[in-house]
């Protein structure tokens, strides 16, 4: 087998203009989804009536079935049945014109939020809610007990996780070629296809992902011990409660 190495440097560099396409994806689905996800693990931990049963039913759903069959919903479905709506509304919108970005955004957000709402009901399980009760008792209220003392306990936690669900959103990202967005993916597929260079192409794109999870993954890591010497910055303060006889 012979690679046509010209090829792979010329694709490279049109993968490479593509990345921050696929970098907006990720840190949009990822600032959309964190407070979607936080508030379906909340509803499921107190177990507010309604919320709880949707959450339950929502994560369900999105966890049982293939991205792909979301994106056709999203992408192909959804429209044609918003297109219709509007047409016997008497409305002059045409709702194709929308950039499928904005659709990717949508399917994505929508498939990390169920899987982020686990990593956060588990993270958020593993603080103690005497801890709460004590915020409460001080004089805090129940969100500032929260952000000042679950929720920085419940991030160091759900860190591992949260890191190895955000290398998979870059990795899922690769499947928004299917909704007609120019990202790393679609960029190599349009260059291989005017010679058939498939091979070189698809080189170029498994060595840019590696990249960038690579450095996701150290950057998570060195948030990681950031929270981690803080943390324990934070128990060293603390005073020593003499043990009882």
Known sequence: MNLNFDF???????????????????????????????GIALARIYRVRGLAWFATVYVSFIRGTPIVLQILIVYSLLPSLFNAAIKSAGLGINVFALNPIVYAYLVFTFNTAAALSEVFRAALLTVNRGQLEAALAAGLSPAQGYRRIVLPQAALAALPSLCNLTTNLIKNTSLAFLMTVKDITAAAKIAAARGYNYIEAYLDIFAVYIIICALTQKLFGLCENNLGKWRAGELSEMPNTPAKD
């Open 8 to 38: 792979m440097l010329r694709t490279l560099g049109l993968v490479l203009k593509a990345v921050p396409v696929t970098l907006n994806i990720t840190l949009v689905t990822l600032a959309l989804s964190v407070p979607l996800a936080l």
